[in-house]
């Protein structure tokens, strides 16, 4: 009797030691989750970049999930029939290989079966629809054909004067020096005004503006979030409420505090045709300040400016201007 008892307590210890370690894989395998993942997954959100993971573990094997997280590159370079109907549904976006340990691969996986195995939430997201070609700008196109058009005087200025050399001819020395420094002053007049004249029209705001709006902006791998607060770290992505879409009244005098969750991206923020206005570097450990004003009522985008890993050229935000 004494036996059977000291055996069942035994199988009790060992399975709750069993249940025990699992928890705190899955544990980790949260944290993993929100810092490598979650950027494009959500488990039970719907879809992001890539499929919603609520259910995953029912609806795919273990073994070919430890196989794809670990290494989804070289599932889609074997044209597994699986990845292929998923980038079908999914824009053709590859899902990089985030460079996991297995240890950490089983860990990921025990939090995925543990958050739920019900069927996903919401249906892929519809794919996104590809930006128009923008046009060049009347402004650029003007720039353009001014450009080449002084760059043809100036051509056949010196080749004038280099076919003028051809023969010897006698210089004065004197008139030449006097003709020189009437030149020389007349440039540094003209080239002097522009400055004065146009500094006012650059669009760089005084130091002491107050932006009458800041919004937070904290990059990482691979997205921009926006917020009223700063967002510093991955733990407060879970606590600071975020600005789901941007919306800023034309005029409004705008401050972007602009710092990075990782490595070093670009914040550069373009217009509608796609033309860039104003960047600024997203480095961990600082914000970087860029203040403007957004006058024109549009669609603005942001997209990274710092080629930061796999996934870089899914780094992007809108903003409306209204
Ligand atoms: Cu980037």
Known sequence: MRRIASLVVAIWLTAAGVAHAEGGAAAEGESLFSAKCTACHSIGGGARVGPDLQGV???RSHEWLARFIAAPDQLIAAKDPIVVELLGQ????????LGLTEDEVGKVIAYLAESGTAPPAAAPRPAVSPMAEPELLAPQSTILVLFLALTAVITIVFAAVASSTRAPAAVDVERAYALRRVLFFTGVTVVTALLVA????????????RADRVV???????????SDEPITSAADLAQVPRI??????AGTLVEFRVTSLDVT???GLYGPERQIIAQTQAMPGYFNRLLLRLDAPAQ????????CASGHHLMRADLTVK
């Open 265 to 267: 991206h670009g914040f």
């Open 300 to 307: 603005y985008h942001v997209f990274c400016l710092e080629y």
């Open 244 to 249: 789901s879409h941007l919306e800023i009244p």
């Open 90 to 97: 999914y824009n053709q976006i590859a899902m990089p290989n």
């Open 198 to 209: 146009t500094i006012p029209l650059a669009p760089y705001v005084t130091a002491d503006a």
């Open 57 to 59: 573990t029912a609806r």
């Open 216 to 226: 937070y902006v904290a990059a990482r791998q691979y997205d921009f979030v926006f």
